[in-house]
Antibody, heavy 122, light 108 residues
Framework: QVQLVESGGGVVQPGRSLRVSCVASGFSFTTHAMHWVRQAPGKGLEWVAFVSYDGSETYFADSVRGRFTISRDNSRNTLFLQMNSLRAEDTALYYC???????????????WGQGTQVTVSS | ENVLTQSPGTLSLSPGERVTLSCRASQSIRSNFFAWYQHKPGLAPRLLIHGASGRATGIPDRFSGSGSGTDFTLTISRLEPEDFAVYYCQQYFSSPPTFGPGTKLEIK
């Protein structure tokens, strides 16, 4: 069955960096675009970033553009989110998600991980 | 961006009841690029409906979606104890994809 397992979250000071990862299994990772979605404490879901199946295209929410980078290593079935210049408002549970549509940046998400918690605090 | 509004914010109901959740978009959503999710604390969100009315794999037929344009609904025909959760709507017609703030379904 499909599994998405995030890791790498933690507590980090404002202005610092953190990289979270997501290991995928149970489907053809190399032919699927992937996404990061986050949920801040007490808030709803917010789409964060998209990467195409081959890593050639990336898109970001306005709130993180210029600070976050999304990438993937298809040889290791792993998705990454590099977060730089972190702010208190980036505190959230970060989910990786697989889209219903293999290639599209605009899609519903049919598989999600359990999430990894990122807390930005001094 | 297309802002989604869900109503009501919280609903208190009993198992066995029928419920309809609403989601309204600030801009029209063409091609029914619209989804509903169920989210329970500590678990991953679960896709219920996509394409506005298509049930995702493994979703019971007591869940149904409908709507078009700016108004969409999720109906649960007969609430089971496991259905009490937060429900989010999502549009994926225009970028960025956006979610509603959620409706919490709680046991009365």
């Amino acid at each position: 069955q499909v599994q998405l397992v995030e890791s790498g979250g933690g507590v980090v000071q404002p202005g610092r960096s953190l990289r979270v990862s997501c290991v995928a299994s149970g489907f053809s990772f190399t032919t699927h675009a992937m996404h990061w979605v986050r949920q801040a404490p007490g808030k709803g879901l917010e789409w964060v970033a998209f990467v195409s199946y081959d890593g050639s295209e990336t898109y970001f929410a306005d709130s993180v553009r210029g600070r976050f980078t999304i990438s993937r290593d298809n040889s290791r079935n792993t998705l990454f989110l590099q977060m730089n210049s972190l702010r208190a408002e980036d505190t959230a549970l970060y989910y990786c998600a697989k889209g219903v549509y293999h290639y599209d940046s605009l899609t519903a998400y049919d598989q999600w991980g359990q999430g990894t918690q990122v807390t930005v605090s001094s | 961006e297309n802002v989604l509004t869900q109503s009501p914010g919280t609903l208190s109901l009993s198992p066995g009841e029928r419920v309809t959740l609403s989601c309204r978009a600030s801009q029209s959503i063409r091609s029914n690029f619209f989804a509903w999710y169920q989210h329970k604390p500590g678990l991953a969100p679960r896709l219920l409906i996509h394409g506005a009315s298509g049930r995702a794999t493994g979703i019971p037929d007591r869940f149904s979606g409908s709507g078009s344009g700016t108004d969409f609904t999720l109906t649960i025909s007969r609430l089971e104890p496991e259905d009490f959760a937060v429900y989010y709507c999502q549009q994926y017609f225009s970028s960025p994809p956006t979610f509603g703030p959620g409706t919490k379904l709680e046991i009365k």
